[in-house]
Each structure stands twice: as C-alpha cells, then as structure tokens.
C-alpha cells in the first residue's frame, strides 16, 4: 500500500500498473476498503493501471472527525481528488456511496476526465430497518445487507466473505456515518451539469440502488451510458467480474 497526506490526513491507496493509460481510481462504498475492487487491481481489468484507495475512516486510512452528510462527503471527497493528484489520474469509478463521491468531485470541483458510476444514483436514500440497526447492532447490519439481491444476487462464499470482513473492519460508527451520508445526498437538480463522460452500471437484482437509478441518470446525465450486468446485484464488479471489467473497458476505450 502507499499513501498520500492530506488536510492533515494519510490515504492509503493500492496501485497495479498494467497499462501506460491514465490510471483509473476506485473509489468503495459504504463501509467497504480498497479490498472489494480485488477483481479490478488484482487482474488485467483494461489497459489502464488501477488504483483502488480506501476513504477516511475505512481499511489503512487515517480518520476523520465530521457530521455524517455533506461534510463527510466533502471529506470524502478530498481524498479521492488527493490519491487522483497523485497518481495523475482523471478517471474515477465510484460504487454506492463512492458513485456519490465521484458525483460530487464532477459537480463542485471538475476534475474528472471520465466517471463510472457503479451501484449508485442522483438520490440514495436508506430504510428506517437499516437505519435502526445502525444504531447498534453491526452483526444485525451486515446479516441484513447480505441478504438476497441486496449487496449480492448468488455470490459464493469467498466473494461474501470479502465485502463481510470489510465491513466489519471498518465498524459500525464508521458505517453509519457512510449510511447516513448517504441518506442525506441528492442531486437531482444538478446532475444535468455533469458534463463528464459518463457510464452508470449495476446488477439486474440489484435492491439497493435499482437499474432505474441508473437508466434516471442516463437519461438525465448529457453524456451518460447505462450498461446492466446480468446475475448480480450491488456488488456487480465483485460478483460478475469478467462481466463487469468488459462493460467499463468498452466504455474506457470509447472515451
């Protein structure tokens, strides 16, 4: 792992070189580290080099000390753009409440050359069950989002095991502050000012963030492509690898 400071912060980010290409930056969703884009930096994803960070709070990064909402956002945010400065990327692909993250460094910071948008929407909002389990009960939380066609449509247990641990590493103050963050985003009057190039994917079972999210920001997004995985749900980069890595590349290639 190798790091950048900050804000007065470390972020840690994993970089694979397969490609002389500008590096494409992974950014996890909530409660997740870099370990959940394994199928990306850990085999030949495209022909660009890739770099998966873990936010504030998550996996081998320092904390932070913000009120869930747009503040951790903004944090969040300025993690990625330092790894981005970094490595001298342009390219972020963000799932969930990354997706957000990288919404909203295309909306207030434009410094992006191209946008993935994985499992994501302009609006992520969260039950009143989920948010209730937050309150105190992480075993609750992580048997819940483990549930069928929420993270997961019909994963084995190696790739389960790998969101599972991550979450519980990362804990349950850490993952109610991703959750409410999430709760509070919505841009759904802004995100016709994204003029990034665009791709928004997920799964076909996918609960959390439907692929109605993802047709609304194709439709709404100027220059936004909507690709659907088959047999997947939220995780669709995890759990249909091969499926995945060949619908972003294509969309790398294009742009």
């Excluded at 300025?78 to 295309?106: I, Q, T, Y």
């Amino acid at each position: 792992m190798e790091s950048v400071r900050h804000d007065g912060r470390e972020t840690a980010y994993r970089r694979t070189d397969f490609g002389d290409g500008e590096p494409v930056v992974y950014v996890h969703g909530s409660g997740g580290t870099h370990q959940l884009w394994v199928n990306q930096y850990g085999r030949r994803a495209n022909d660009r080099p890739a770099v998966a960070l873990d936010l504030s709070g998550h996996g081998e990064s320092e904390d932070i000390d913000t009120e869930p909402g747009y503040e951790t956002l903004a944090a969040y945010a300025d993690d990625v753009l330092a790894v981005v400065r970094e490595v001298n990327g342009g390219v972020v692909d963000g799932n969930s409440l990354g997706g957000a993250v990288a919404m909203w460094l295309a909306l207030e910071r434009n410094a992006l050359d191209a946008l993935v948008l994985c499992g994501t929407g302009a609006k992520l909002g969260v039950t009143d069950e989920l948010l209730e389990l937050l309150e105190s009960d992480l075993d609750g939380t992580t048997e819940l989002l483990h549930g069928t066609n929420l993270l997961f449509h019909d994963a084995d247990a190696d790739t389960e095991r790998v969101s599972n641990e991550a979450m519980r590493e990362v804990g349950l103050d850490v993952l109610r502050r991703d959750f409410l963050s999430c709760n509070a985003f919505d841009v759904r009057d802004r995100v016709s000012e994204i003029s990034t190039p665009c791709l928004a994917i997920t799964g076909e079972h996918d609960q959390l963030t439907p692929v109605s999210f993802h047709e609304y920001l194709a439709e709404n997004v100027p220059n936004c492509q909507q690709v659907t995985v088959p047999d997947a749900a939220h995780l669709s980069m995890l759990e249909r690898p091969e499926q995945w890595n060949d619908a972003v590349g294509s969309f790398l290639s294009s742009v």
